[in-house]
């Protein structure tokens, strides 16, 4: 007789005992199984959602960066770099600075390894008369151009291009009323320009405003090598505020204070660092809140197991009782091994 068919033989004797048995342990096995899955599904659901989710942010963060960038090209900078000599109240009311510094500060600035801020501009602005068109009154605007940052690339496009000399541009107040066109000719404290670009209506100084080239402002002023302002944009980094910026720049240029612009460049900063820590805390919450539920489905599970050990562990041991109960008072159910 084989061992295969003594197996056969006491299955057959214990077919109650042998199938309750079986039956415990493929329901713990599956119970178990079937737990472990449930985990291993939520976890994939969990990676899926906030997969997704950060996803979602991402796209909304790189919205908000392109129009921050159009906002930036549209409204310009929002910093100012001035002497410290400047009295702040004379400037807000004269609406340009009076003091000036050297030229080469800019260049000093540039040369630094400060990321927080792009686009640096030297300029030399004052309200002057206009001898040559009934001495009316505007504001002469000298600029060299961006100046780039020589520890820093790519370099990002100028917001504002040099003005060429010999040429000039003209605010909406002043073409408008001189019936101006591209390509004519003015002149102004005795130079000849030719206008290269006229302003849209821009409802500020700027309407009044004429822009020439740095250095022919410079001479035109008797400010050689001098400007009276830095123009720079702030770049949007999280966890940096202007207060930083303030210091980062005067322990470059110790001459100097940084007037903060409050536009719409600065504003959309703003709103970007409140949607970034609105979206981080949001994306962190659904994470715990995963966490939070997988941790339950480990408590139940850690429960449930034990339960369902225990309750085919009992099972075993009743389906032995019956059998014994079975061949004690029905003994013409016990078959034995042995001629039979």
């Given amino acids: 007789m084989t061992l295969l068919h003594l ?35 939520h976890d994939i659901q969990t990676e899926r ?23 930036m090209e549209e409204y310009g ?10 009295n702040l109240g004379d400037f807000y009311d004269k609406g340009y600075a009076s003091e000036f510094m050297p030229e080469d500060y800019v260049d000093r600035l540039a040369q630094s390894n400060l990321v927080t801020i792009r686009h640096l501009l ?21 600029t ?18 040099p003005v ?23 002149k102004l404290l005795g130079e000849v320009f030719k206008v290269s670009e006229l302003h849209p209506q821009r409802g500020s100084k700027e309407d009044i405003t004429v822009w020439i080239n740095l250095k022919l ?29 303030r210091e980062d720049i005067t322990r470059i240029l110790p001459n100097t204070q940084v ?10 900063a703003k709103a970007r660092d409140r949607a970034k820590a609105t979206a981080k805390f949001s994306l962190e919450t659904e994470r715990q809140h995963r966490l939070k539920l997988r941790g339950e489905l480990e408590t139940f599970a850690y429960w449930l197991i034990p339960f369902v050990i225990i309750a085919c562990t009992w099972l075993q041991i009743k389906s032995d009782s019956l059998c014994v109960f079975n061949k004690s008072f029905f003994p013409w159910t016990y078959r034995g091994f042995v001629g039979h």
């Fill in 259 to 268: 007037v903060v612009l409050e536009n719409k460049v600065t504003t959309m």
């Fill in 7 to 41: 197996v056969k033989k006491e299955i057959g004797y214990h077919k109650l005992t042998f199938g309750l048995g079986l039956l415990s342990v493929v329901v713990a096995v599956g119970v178990l199984v079937s737990l472990l899955k449930l985990l291993h599904a």
């Fill in 77 to 86: 900078f929002n910093l100012i770099i001035l002497p410290t000599t400047q």
């Fill in 144 to 161: 060299r151009g961006e100046v780039p940052f020589t520890k820093k690339a790519p370099e990002e496009p100028p917001l504002l291009a």
């Fill in 122 to 142: 030297p300029v030399v602005e004052q309200k002057i008369r206009w001898p040559e068109e009934l001495n009316r009154a505007i504001f002469l605007f000298g």
């Fill in 49 to 71: 959602i906030l997969s997704e989710k950060e996803k979602k942010i991402e796209e909304q963060m790189q919205k908000m960066e392109n129009d921050y960038h159009k906002i």
């Fill in 164 to 186: 060429p000399p010999g040429s000039v541009i003209l605010g909406y107040e002043l073409w408008d009323s001189l019936n101006l066109k591209v390509g004519d000719k003015v």
């Fill in 217 to 245: 402002a410079q001479r035109l002023l008797g400010r050689e090598n001098q400007i009276n302002a830095i123009q720079a944009l702030k770049i949007y980094a999280s966890g940096l505020d202007f207060k930083s910026i």
